[in-house]
């Protein structure tokens, strides 16, 4: 049972008003359903929730109603929207969807979100101490958070974040125990080839076999991108919020070249796109500097979508990154991502292509489009000239 | 009868037993309270004013908003029982202050479809 403290309890029960109420109600369930036995403090909270594709009317109007007299307890950014609002009537997107997005953007910013609209936190902001406890929803940044920068989150849902940002608490299980965040599964990265789609798809893969963490051996290191591609794709297909770089004691499975072409086979469904789609997870800076100096003298064969963080952008501009990009032919997009957006509509796209493996997951089962999956160097070989 | 309190409160109703998990984001109509999936034991019944017994939720979790939106449409189960208390459920339950409880397998089992029952979600039990 759920121990709280005479404060929570009379929060609870309403008396600081139905605010509150309602967002300790949540931590209460969500902590009973997890064998929590009391709530901790956390410094952050990150929310997902964002694009109207997501939440929908009843989304719209619910966070409607809560920001009229609620404000935020903690630093809290936000995931990505459907798309930016400075190019959006570019792109004849649905005029309600415009609306509804416009006015979820509005509550969240009135309760005092960090307009971030970025799925890469982790990156471009500052990072707490090591071990602090954080509340993270978007599922590649908990485990990018948990496995590399140091912090401890569940792999959290819309609601316990946004429970979490409101009260500055959240419930004390598992991975927030240290216990939870030893891994007993090692999976054996047996593939030679180590790019970043190939480390998407291994992410998928333990997603679907492992519990809360993993380990994984075989990997000496991991560059940025790749790093990234592994958690997008881990948090993608299971539950698991949690990897770390070594051998364990218990069960050892392979990842070999059948099992990633098992995976190859679920998620890519044509061999060729009529667009190019980069940036789920958004690209960061660094990604953006190795996409410009990649396109040297090169012109993408058809539109290239590049999402990254709106502050990753207005940095790519300075440095001129972003100018050799859209020389490219290349379109920087920013404030959203390849997930749920409504800027692929499959009534003009057919296929995409991409090396993003949730993206894949997404653009297939979201936005009902074909996908092509292929490594950033590859799509860089073979779709320009 | 040992339940497990997520969500506390009091209702009354009559039982509504599902056997199949319920994915709330596609299978309920939110205006009406119905289960609009065919593929469903309970297709076609409405969940207004019940007291829905069912193994767990499944699906996405913005179907936490539509357990919202049902209470808000005025065709939400007075209470839930359940198996298993998934994330979705419980924080739906707590977004729209619903009564929910898990119970072991054994109590489960016993809970009659159209019975009608008073469930007391502050103690813990079903009379």
């Not at chain 1, 309602?22 to 694009?51: C, F, K, M, Q």
């Not at chain 1, 109007?61 to 630093?75: G, M, P």
């Not at chain 1, 894949?360 to 996908?371: E, H, I, K, P, W």
Request: hydrophobic fraction near 35%; charged fraction near 25%; charge should be neutral.
């Amino acid at each position: 049972m759920l121990d709280l403290t005479k404060e929570e309890e009379a929060a609870l029960k309403g008396e600081r008003g139905e605010t509150l109420a309602l967002a300790y109600r949540i931590l209460v369930a969500i902590g009973e359903a997890t064998n929590a036995d009391h709530l901790l403090p956390i410094e952050w909270a990150h929310l997902s929730g964002i694009n109207y594709n997501t939440i929908g009317d009843a989304g719209e109007e619910f966070l409607s109603n809560l920001s009229k007299d609620t404000k935020f307890k903690v630093k809290t950014t936000v995931n990505p929207m459907g798309f930016d609002f400075d190019t959006v009537s570019k792109y004849g997107v649905d005029e309600e969807f415009i609306t509804k997005q416009r006015s979820i953007k509005n509550s969240y910013e009135k309760m005092g979100a960090i307009p971030s609209f970025s799925c890469i936190p982790y990156e471009i902001f500052e990072l707490p101490k090591k071990g602090t406890h954080v509340s993270f929803a978007e599922s590649n940044a908990a485990i990018y958070a948990n496995s590399i920068s140091n912090l401890k989150t569940n792999k959290e849902g819309a609601f316990s974040a946004l429970a979490s940002a409101l009260t500055g608490k959240s419930p004390d299980s598992d991975l927030r125990k240290d216990e939870s965040r030893n891994p007993n599964l090692t999976i054996r990265m047996s593939v030679d080839q180590k790019d970043e789609l190939t480390y998407g798809m291994l992410g998928y893969f333990a997603g679907k076999v492992a519990g809360s963490s993993v380990a994984i051996s075989g990997v000496k290191e991991l560059d940025r991108r790749s790093c990234k591609s592994l958690c997008a794709g881990m948090g993608t297909s299971g539950t698991c919020g949690m990897f770390t770089l070594s051998d364990t004691k218990g069960e050892t499975i392979d990842f070999d070249k059948k099992e990633m072409q098992k995976i190859h086979d679920e998620l890519n469904t044509t061999d060729s796109g009529d667009i190019i789609t980069l940036g789920s997870p958004q690209l960061g800076l660094e990604e953006i500097s190795s996409l410009a100096g990649m396109l040297k003298g090169k012109v993408f064969k058809k539109r290239c979508m590049v999402f990254c963080p709106r502050a990753i952008q207005e940095q790519a501009r300075h440095l001129g990154y972003a100018s050799d990009i859209e020389r490219a032919g290349g379109e920087l997009l920013y404030d959203c991502c390849i997930c749920l957006t409504p800027l692929i509509d499959k009534r003009e796209v057919d296929g995409v292509v991409t090396n993003s493996v949730k993206g894949a997951y997404y653009l297939r089962t979201s936005n009902g489009v074909d996908v092509n999956l292929k490594s950033i160097s590859q799509i860089v070989q073979e779709e320009t000239k | 009868m040992t339940l497990k309190i997520i969500v506390k409160g009091k209702a009354e109703g009559e039982v509504l037993v599902a056997k199949k998990p319920i994915n709330f984001l596609g299978a309920v109509d939110k205006k009406t309270g119905k289960i609009r999936d065919k593929n469903h034991d309970l297709f076609g019944k409405s969940l207004a004013g019940k007291i829905l017994v069912f193994p767990f939720g499944v699906g996405s979790s913005v179907g936490a908003y539509t357990i919202y939106s049902l209470k808000s449409n005025k065709c939400a189960p007075h209470a839930m029982i359940c198996l298993k208390a998934d994330l979705t459920t419980a924080s739906g339950c707590a977004l729209a202050n619903i009564p929910l409880v898990m119970a072991s397998k054994e109590d489960y089992n016993s809970i009659k479809d159209g019975k009608k029952i008073s469930l007391d979600a502050e103690t813990g039990k079903i009379l």
